[in-house]
């Protein structure tokens, strides 16, 4: 049983044995974004990260690309413990009670320093990660893809331990976790890979007008998902012609590998002028997945209720070529593509220039309007969604435009 339903039980067991709903401080509040997304490619689209189904292509707007709704409910049961859960509808190939829960945690906090929590809680690899769908929280119109783009993942199962305290005006906080996870990395169908294993810890120092912080986790693939095991048993079945084949279709496979998830991020504000950046790194044991880098640095200007941006990011990842020693290259062509475009699925090689409005017309109600124009490698072209093959792709650029309604109540 999953440690998420551990805590759902746990939950229950606590409301209804030690507490009624009488004595309980239940608290409602939510988000939500309603956005447009419009480019001006007709070969290849938007898509917010690797499990987005559709792509904004040219005279073709689309609403799902950011557009989602949240609820969550607050359980305060008294100084020290309390339970939160969150809802979010987005576009996803499935729609189900597990799919659309967030969060679902019990929190216990024996003192002003120290809280525990046990659950489903959203997860900490990178600095947006935890807020990533709650648009009003952000100047951008959303956050940075070719860094978030990688990472599907909204939730973990598992348990951590925070502690926070103040040592010279500095505000000190450090965070430990361990759970399991999943990610769907297929555009076409609900197909997760799932982690297990996950452990990693987050620190963070900050003051009113600046914020370091630095991420490091650790996970194991579970197994291969469909598409994957499909390719590594295709490998397998050319041995006689691929000497090396049962070899390499092992260092493919993605079953019992380890996967790491590293960031350091930083943000400076002087009057009205913001700075914020981030550089991240994933790397893991199989071909599949061997190293991304990735980036942005944003610099926002604060004018009354506006907020102005120009924002740089980037992903760099190496794009793989076949060239392993066979008998027949000509027998194994089909094979070689296969294999070139699975192992260049998640390759990716682009930067995008952004340049955004953020108008907050009441406090929990905001206007964004940004435009994006992202220069792209045809082999590293993972992240925007397209028919053709990414292996058939040229190199080329892409300017999208986004207009989102950002609203908390």
Known sequence: MRVFYSGLMSLLALLSNDYSLAETDVHISGFG???IVESDSEELGFRNDFSRNDAANKGEISFKALSNVGVQLDFD???DWDAVTQWVVREQDEQTLDSITSLAFLRYSPSANWSFRGGRTAIDLFHLSQYRDVGIAYTWAKVPTEVYGFSPSRSIDGLDAQYNTVING???SSKVFFGEFEA?????RNEPIEFDKMRGVRLIAETFDWSIQARYSIAEFRRD???LAYIVDTIQSVEPLFPRAMEFASEVSLAQKEIVYSSVSGQYNLNNIS???ELTHINSDSRALETINNGYL???YHWNEHSFHLTGSFSDSQAYYFDEFVYDENALALFIDLVERQLNTLANNQITQSLGWRWDITESTALKVQLDHTRYKGLGSSLLGGSENITDRDDG???TLFVNWSFSF
């Open 184 to 188: 769907d990395f297929s555009s076409t």
């Open 170 to 172: 500095i505000n000190l």
């Open 33 to 35: 974004t309603i956005g």
């Open 298 to 300: 944003s610099f926002i």
């Open 397 to 399: 650029n892409i300017n």
């Open 275 to 277: 700075m914020m950046g």
């Open 225 to 227: 998902n469909i598409i």
């Open 77 to 79: 049961f008294n100084s």
